[in-house]
């Protein structure tokens, strides 16, 4: 089983900063098979970035992902009001699929 | 417009049974895998179980197989999950999600707004 560890749990940040969350793989991903969500309080997560890097329809191009191997990146350029929320990561190489814990990025 | 019902959650003593459904709406059900990924409260995300887009394969986590059964029917494009010998754990959100990608490698990229189960005496 693949363990993604997701980092920092909270990132605390104001409008127009940059944010980046960490998120790495207890082993090599293959083909990059990392997912990330938004999810806001009582909501249903939302997919922001597939394949490490991709994004999925809709999504602002201030959102980013990067990476390969273990170690994954999602950046966020300039955040605004709305993209303050939770953040997880998913990895779909092979079952089971496994999520992160969470980075909560939160107002400072 | 891509949209996923899920219904079928409520209160059931712990050993009980319940069936889950997902009614979906805006595009062709028979072409994606579909899923189910739980979340308990105040925790994270935890992937349940897929099918493809057929239904000949299924995938279970650990944590549910032998407890949980995956179905779907294509021709009313709606997907179950069948719950039994149900534990206080098993207490989340239920979300049913379109998958993409292929033979269990799969992303989630439309979510349901979820389902309730509380698992108690």
């Known amino acids: 089983e693949v363990v993604l560890t997701q980092s920092p749990d909270t990132l605390s940040l104001s409008p127009g900063e940059r944010a980046t969350l960490s998120c790495r793989a207890s082993?090599?991903?293959?083909?990059?098979?990392l997912a990330w969500y938004q999810q806001k309080p009582g909501q249903a997560p939302r997919l922001l970035i597939y394949?490490?890097?991709s994004r999925a329809t809709g999504i602002p191009d201030r959102f980013s992902g990067s990476g390969s191997g273990t170690d994954f990146t999602l950046t966020i350029s300039r955040l605004e009001p709305e993209d303050f929320a939770v953040y997880y990561c998913?990895?779909?190489?092979?079952?089971?699929?496994?999520f992160g814990g969470g980075t909560k990025v939160e107002i400072k | 417009e891509v949209q996923l019902v899920e219904s079928g959650g409520g209160l059931v003593k712990p050993g009980g049974s319940l069936r889950l459904s997902c009614a979906a709406s805006?595009?062709?059900?028979?072409?994606?895998?579909m899923n189910w990924v739980r979340q308990a409260p105040g925790k994270g995300l935890e992937w349940v179980s897929s099918?493809?887009?057929?239904?000949?394969?299924?995938y279970y986590a650990d944590s549910v197989k032998g407890r949980i059964t995956i179905s779907r029917d294509n021709a009313k494009s709606s997907l179950f999950l069948q719950m039994s010998s149900l534990r206080a754990e098993d207490t989340a959100v239920y979300y049913c999600?379109?998958?993409?990608?292929?033979?269990?490698?799969?992303?989630?990229?439309?979510w349901g707004q979820g389902t309730l189960v509380t698992v108690s005496s």
């Open positions: 082993q090599s991903l293959s083909s990059s098979y």
């Open positions: 999600a379109r998958g993409s990608g292929n033979y269990g490698a799969y992303y989630f990229d439309y």
């Open positions: 805006g595009f062709t059900f028979s072409g994606p895998s």
């Open positions: 099918i493809s887009s057929s239904g000949t394969y299924t």
């Open positions: 394949g490490a890097s």
């Open positions: 998913q990895h779909y190489g092979s079952s089971p699929l496994t």
